[in-house]
């Protein structure tokens, strides 16, 4: 989903392929854009990954990549060596919060906060 | 807003325009609401029907706010989930995009009562039976 240079990649798997999957995606992504004479900036607020397990393992692969890999993703690319992209609970799209939970009570608030900021 | 002086029609044209269009931003595409986020929902929508009233909010019985919504000419919490559901459902058919109805049918058969489509058959639905079938 694209809009301007906002930029959003859906990617679905088995919990145990998801990271490995991700991590192909975001790497084809890099190498892409660098072709372009586009440097994408990976950090908090920037290109991010919200990985939401669910299903057979997930629970022992969201501890794996929360204790393990210290919720972030080892990138290997062809122009920039090896990367870390930050994977997070929720990340703001188009000025609306996404949770991997996909709960909306975040987004509500945020909401009702700024209409009373008005 | 809490001027007394400010007549109700541009008041309720504040709220409508600087309130409750931030509220709605995407409110259309919210799945079917778990109880915690229906009642955050709630007080966001009742709470811009009552600075519209100037009036205090707490503790209101639900028929205090559905009087308040109709003299402030403005719907219920559910009831504008629902529409805001319908208008992107409208707007869906117009563009009839094959991505978004496979996402959206996707999306049915694996939450089936936690989809959106659920919601919106929930809304048609509610829509029918006040304003009937045709």
């Known amino acids: 989903m694209a809009w301007t240079d906002d930029l959003t990649f859906a990617i679905m798997a088995k919990a145990t392929d998801l990271t490995k999957k991700v991590t192909f995606l975001l790497s084809i992504i890099t190498d892409t854009m660098a072709e372009h004479a586009m440097k994408l900036s990976y950090g908090q607020g920037k290109t991010t990954v919200v990985l939401a397990y669910r299903g057979w393992k997930a629970v022992r692969e969201r501890q794996k990549m929360e204790k393990q890999m210290g919720n972030k993703i080892a990138l290997p690319t062809e122009h920039y060596g090896c990367l870390e992209v930050p994977v997070v609970p929720y990340y703001k799209h188009l000025g609306g919060y996404i949770l991997r939970s996909g709960a909306k009570l975040l987004e509500i608030r945020v909401r009702q906060a700024l209409a009373m900021q008005n | ?134």
């Open chain 2, 1 to 134: 807003m809490t001027d007394q002086r400010v007549p109700l029609p541009k008041r309720q044209m504040l709220v409508r325009s600087m309130g409750m269009s931030v509220v709605l931003l995407h409110a259309s595409t919210c799945f079917d609401l778990t109880i915690g986020e229906y009642k955050a929902w709630h007080a966001a929508v009742v709470g811009g029907t009552h600075q519209t009233l100037q009036k205090k909010e707490a503790n209101e019985a639900n028929e205090a706010n559905a009087n308040a919504a109709m003299e402030a000419n403005a719907a219920m919490p559910m009831e504008l989930l629902y529409l805001q559901r319908i208008r992107l459902f409208l707007h869906i058919l117009q563009k009839l995009h094959e991505c978004l109805i496979a996402g959206i049918l996707h999306n049915h058969h694996v939450a089936r009562k936690g989809s959106w489509l659920y919601g919106l058959v929930k809304a048609v639905k509610r829509w029918q039976s006040q304003v009937g079938r045709e």
